[in-house]
């Protein structure tokens, strides 16, 4: 191979890369707009005012909940099962915010939800295990942030996901 195919070669690999990496920008980018757009129609239903605003001193939600998610991202071993393993995150996120007495309530409430209506089934301990350890976590490495998520969408991209998440600071009070 002369040095010009070689030449050649490496221009349309590296065109490729760029041209892959603006799909994913792309992709990010219509997600977020997407989800931004879910979140205000869902808030002027709702009767809510809705600001958006991207403050660059806070550290970014998507990132927390990654770092939050990470035992059951370890486990999860498809797409599937990090979308799934984000979701739970997320709920569980939520749920740690809520004060104490509500979160019992919350839990109790989403099982019922989840199971079947004609079956008079027990919260199983594993599920308030796991529950109990992500609000621990919550409280022991991300105590200082109080914000809820709202919305998020999971964006495949060659490189792997994108998280994108529409959160909102919660009130001391």
């Known amino acids: 191979m002369t040095r010009k195919q070689k030449k050649t070669k490496e221009w349309k690999r590296r065109q490729k890369k760029i041209k892959e990496r603006q799909r994913s920008r792309e992709a990010i980018i219509a997600s977020q707009e997407k989800l931004l757009q879910r979140v205000k129609n869902k ?3 709702d009767g809510n005012k809705f600001r958006v605003e991207k403050r660059s001193s806070q550290q970014k939600m998507s990132e927390v909940i990654i770092d939050f998610a990470k035992p059951l991202l370890d ?27 509500e979160q019992k309530n919350f839990i109790r409430e989403s ?3 989840t199971k079947d209506s004609s079956s008079n089934q027990e919260l199983p301990e594993e599920y308030d ?31 792997g996901f ?6 909102t600071e919660l009130d001391e009070s």
């Open 75 to 101: 486990a999860a071993q498809t797409d599937e099962g990090i979308q799934t393993a984000i979701g739970m995150a997320i709920a569980m996120w939520n749920v740690a915010i809520l004060p104490d007495k």
């Open 111 to 113: 099982f019922d939800n």
């Open 129 to 159: 295990q796991v529950v109990s350890y992500f609000i621990a976590r919550k409280k022991v490495f991300f105590s200082d942030i109080k914000r809820m998520i709202l919305d998020y969408e999971c964006v495949e991209t060659p490189q």
């Open 162 to 167: 994108h998280l994108n998440v529409v959160s």
């Open 43 to 45: 808030s002027a239903n």
